[in-house]
């Protein structure tokens, strides 16, 4: 297990895998077991990812205790951080955002929209001429894409990819997350 050490050479408190000093500006998380301190990189965690754990359990400690625990999900990438109005930037999406958008007159793309056909849509012709513009594709055909079909629910996508593998999807028609 993995715990605070006074082992370098200046007497200062060595934490994780890694042990190694903190460092300010440095994600770290603490294991809600062991309560030693993490490096985000070291143990894979983002410091966003870190906002939706609810129990961390080290790699020591998640063994006997079990994997790292998420808080449910709330859709809160959906709420209104703000209404219109009062000066602040408001959540794409959101009711507020919407009305907002509407009032807008946009310019044409046509001018900087490349239209391709699908099977032209390819590796080798990107790596080539390179992504500098939006690209509209009115042919799927050759895009290797497969629609699923119109009674593919949601649990369907976690049962699509391996178990252990972390996926966030959108129900686009409840607007709802599942993790």
């Known amino acids: 297990m993995a715990k605070k050490s ?23 998380i603490e294991c809600d077991k062991c309560k030693d301190w993490f490096h985000g990189s070291c143990v894979s965690i983002s410091e966003t990812e870190g906002d939706d754990i609810d129990k961390f ?21 959906r709420h209104a951080f703000s209404e219109a109005g009062d000066g602040k930037k408001m959540q794409a999406g959101t009711e507020a955002f919407v009305k907002w958008l509407k009032t807008k007159q946009f310019e044409s793309a046509d001018p900087i929209v490349k239209h391709m056909r699908g099977v032209d849509v390819t590796l080798a012709k990107l790596e080539k ?7 509209m594709v009115k042919e799927k055909n050759g895009l290797g894409l497969f629609v699923p079909p119109p009674d593919f629910a949601i649990t369907d996508v976690a049962r699509q990819v391996e178990a252990d593998r972390k996926v966030d999807v959108i129900d686009a028609n409840r607007q709802e997350d599942f993790r």
């Open 57 to 77: 359990f080290c790699p020591s400690c998640a063994p006997k205790h079990g994997p790292t625990k998420y808080k449910p999900r709330r859709n809160d990438h």
């Open 129 to 135: 001429n390179g992504f500098e513009h939006p690209i």
């Open 6 to 28: 006074t082992g370098d050479q200046d007497g200062e408190e060595l934490y994780c895998t890694c042990r190694k000093k903190y460092k300010e500006g440095v994600f770290m």
